[in-house]
Each structure stands twice: as structure tokens, then as C-alpha cells.
């Protein structure tokens, strides 16, 4: 039955709940652990005076190095098919990738939230944006919030 939610059950909620939640604020657990708290909205959040993410707001190497990382701690869970052909980007289109990033971070690996580090989420968003057929550009995605903000999400088939 764990076997089952991990493969099949758990990112098939994720993936219908994860594009309709906007970080929240972090609650303290035992031993020093933060976990994000979600609020669950009812239409994404607008974007104003962004840039898309079809600028070239990530490096092909960047994803080479996102790539890498989702062999190591996404593939037990998740194959990169799942990510491609707009079956992601599509639910998130209109949000910043601050959004995005950070609700991974809040979410994923789904046994051990937040456990990698902001470049390695930002990284995998690269691979992701990638695998849409989103042109890559001369400059990496940031790690800063404010840069991750001004970055609008979408998809074009």
C-alpha cells in the first residue's frame, strides 16, 4: 500500500493540489525541523510586469545539473515524462517561479521536504522548464526570491 501512494496515488494529489497552493508561513516541529504551511486558493495569484519564461531565464547547463539531481532524488518517485509535454507547467501558468520553487521546497522529496538546497530546487525547475521545450538562455535562474518573482510561469505547445 506505501508502495502505491508514493508510485501512484501521492504525485497524482500533488499534482492536482500542488498548482493551487501559495507558500505560507513555516511551522516550527521537533527538532528544528521547518515545514511549510500551505493556504489552498481558489484561482492563481496574478503576476504583473513580469518577464516570461520563454526570455531565456535558465542556462542549458543548469539543467544539466537539474537533470542530474531528479536521477538521484526524484526518480524513485517521479520519471521526467511527468514533468514534460505541459502536464506541469500548464497548472502554474500566470505564477512566478517563486511560487513554483518554493512549493517544491515545501513539498518535495515527498519523505524528506525541503532537504535540498534552494540552487538544487532552482536547478530542477531548469531541467523542468527544459523538458517543455522552453529555450534556455545566456543566464541561470536565479536563487533569489525578488529575481523569481519577476519571472512569469507558462506554457505554449
Known amino acids: 500500500m506505501k508502495r502505491l501512494f508514493r508510485r501512484v496515488l501521492g504525485p497524482a494529489i500533488l499534482l492536482l493540489l500542488v498548482p493551487n497552493m501559495v507558500q505560507g508561513h513555516r511551522l516550527e516541529v521537533s527538532k528544528g525541523v521547518h515545514v511549510k504551511q500551505y493556504a489552498v486558493l481558489t484561482a492563481p495569484v496574478p503576476v504583473l510586469d513580469t518577464v516570461s519564461v520563454y526570455a531565456g531565464v535558465y542556462t542549458s547547463a543548469q539543467a544539466d545539473r537539474g537533470e542530474a539531481i531528479q536521477r538521484g532524488a526524484c526518480s524513485a518517485c517521479h520519471s521526467p515524462s511527468e514533468w514534460g509535454r505541459g502536464r506541469l507547467l500548464t497548472r502554474w501558468t500566470g505564477r512566478s517561479t517563486y511560487e ?9 522529496p ?6 535540498l ?5 532552482t536547478d530542477i525547475v531548469a531541467y523542468m522548464l527544459e523538458l517543455n521545450s522552453v529555450p534556455p538562455g545566456d543566464t541561470e535562474l536565479s536563487t533569489d526570491e525578488n529575481a523569481q518573482r519577476q519571472i512569469r510561469m507558462e506554457y505554449r505547445p
Open 100 to 108: 513554483f520553487v518554493s512549493n517544491l521546497q515545501g513539498i518535495m
Open 117 to 121: 538546497s534552494l540552487q538544487q530546487y
Open 110 to 115: 515527498m519523505d524528506a521536504p525541503g532537504s
